[in-house]
C-alpha cells in the first residue's frame, strides 16, 4: 500500500467514536505511543502501519487509511503486543474489531480474500489443510502463479500432502462461523446508525434556518 500524505479532512469522528465505544476501544485514547507493541510484533516489517500507527490513527479518525492498511490482516494474533502494553490497550482485539468493520465497508485486498480463503478450508474441514489453502487462493489472486515453481519442488520433495485432513464433525464450527457473521452484521447495524446520525448532524447544520 503506498503511503500518503494525511489530510485533516480524512479524519472521520464517527469511525473513531464507534471504535472508542467497543470493549477494547475504551483504552485506546490512554495510549503514550511508546512503541513497545510495534517493537514486540513479529510481522511489523510487512504491515502497512505498525500497531502503534494504527492505535494512533484509530484516534485520529482515518477511517479510509486504517481499514484499507494490509495491518488488521497480517497481524497473526500472536498476543506479544497486547500482554506487553504498558496502558493494557490490547492491540490484537483492535485488529480483531476492525476486521468486520472492514468487511462490512467492503474492502478489498488481497490480504482480505486471503483471510476469507483461510476461513473457508478451516470452516468446511475443522483444519487448515496447505494443499487446498493454495489451491483455492491461486483461483482468487493472479500473482499467485509465479510461486508455481516453489510449489512444485516442495510437492516432489513431499512437503505438500494431498491428502485432507478433515474433522469428522465440523457443525460446532459451523455454530461458531455463524455467530461471527452475526456479530459482523450488528457491528454493521451500529455503524450506519452511527453514520445516518452524522449525516442527519450535518443536514440540520446545512439546512439555513427559515423565519415562522
Ligand atoms: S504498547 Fe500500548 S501504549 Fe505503547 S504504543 Fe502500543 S498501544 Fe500505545
Ligand atoms: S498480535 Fe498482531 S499486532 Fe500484536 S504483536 Fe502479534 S502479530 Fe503483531
Redesign the pocket.
Known amino acids: 500500500m503506498k503511503k500518503e500524505t494525511i489530510l485533516i479532512e480524512s479524519r472521520d469522528a464517527a469511525f473513531r467514536d464507534l471504535v472508542l465505544e467497543t470493549p477494547v476501544g475504551k483504552k485506546l485514547p ?9 517493537g514486540s510484533c513479529p510481522v511489523s516489517h510487512e504491515m502497512d502501519y505498525n ?2 500507527q494504527l ?1 494512533r490513527m484509530v484516534q485520529l479518525g482515518l477511517k479510509k487509511e486504517v481499514l484499507n492498511s494490509n495491518t488488521i490482516w497480517i497481524c497473526t494474533t500472536c498476543f506479544s ?1 497486547s500482554v ?4 493494557g ?1 490490547r ?1 490484537t482485539e483492535l485488529m480483531e474489531t476492525l476486521k468486520p468493520i472492514a468487511i462490512a465497508e467492503g474492502v478489498k485486498n488481497k490480504n482480505e480474500r486471503f483471510d476469507g480463503v483461510f476461513s473457508d478450508v478451516v470452516r468446511k474441514n475443522g483444519r487448515a489443510s496447505e494443499f487446498l489453502l493454495i489451491s483455492r487462493y491461486s483461483l482468487k489472486e493472479p500473482e499467485m502463479i509465479k510461486q508455481a515453481p516453489f510449489g512444485l519442488s516442495l510437492f516432489s520433495k513431499g512437503k505438500l500432502p494431498l491428502a485432507i485432513d478433515k474433522m469428522e464433525d465440523t457443525s460446532e464450527l459451523d455454530t461458531i462461523f455463524k455467530l461471527g457473521a452475526q456479530e459482523s452484521r450488528e457491528e454493521c447495524k451500529v455503524e450506519n446508525k452511527e453514520e445516518n446520525k452524522e449525516i442527519g448532524t450535518k443536514k440540520e447544520k446545512e439546512e439555513p434556518e427559515t423565519d415562522k
Open positions: 490512554t495510549c503514550m505511543q511508546c512503541g513497545i507493541c510495534a500497531p502503534r492505535v503486543c506487553r502494553c504498558p496502558r490497550i492491540p
